[in-house]
């Protein structure tokens, strides 16, 4: 009933950026809050940034000073400005979103990721 489409990744240097966007579409009737999430290989997923309906916004210790996120409300859509990338960056990263498909029922649904390589 929604989905999660994301672009942005790609191949950077260390100390380079790039803006990754993923905007929700379908039954959209709130949205709850909306994310990011990275996993590398071996490795959990784990969030790297979030904003929820209120504007609140969480980042991981990893990430602060570096990532912004932020979001369009009337388009849907979030984004997550890297800069100063690092190595360590390296992922999948992964869009989030809890939303209500209907007046009373909510999922969590996933973006189908977008890698992000820093490498030299």
């Known amino acids: 009933q929604v989905q999660l489409v994301e672009s942005g990744g790609g191949l950077v240097q260390p100390g380079g950026s790039l803006r990754l966007s993923c905007a929700a579409s379908?039954?959209?009737?709130?949205?709850?809050?909306m994310g990011w999430y990275r996993q590398a290989p071996g490795k959990q997923r784990e969030l790297v940034a979030t904003?929820?309906?209120?504007?609140?916004?969480d980042y991981a210790d990893s990430v602060k000073g570096r990532f912004t996120i932020s979001r369009d409300n009337a388009a849907n859509t979030v984004y997550l400005q890297m800069n100063s990338l690092k190595p360590e960056d390296t992922d999948v990263y992964y869009c989030?979103?809890?939303?209500?498909?209907?007046?009373?029922?909510?999922?969590?649904?996933w973006g189908q990721g977008t890698q992000v390589t820093v490498s030299s």
């Open positions: 904003v929820n309906a209120g504007g609140g916004i």
């Open positions: 989030n979103g809890r939303i209500y498909h209907s007046e009373t029922a909510w999922n969590e649904y």
């Open positions: 379908g039954s959209i009737f709130r949205i709850i809050a």
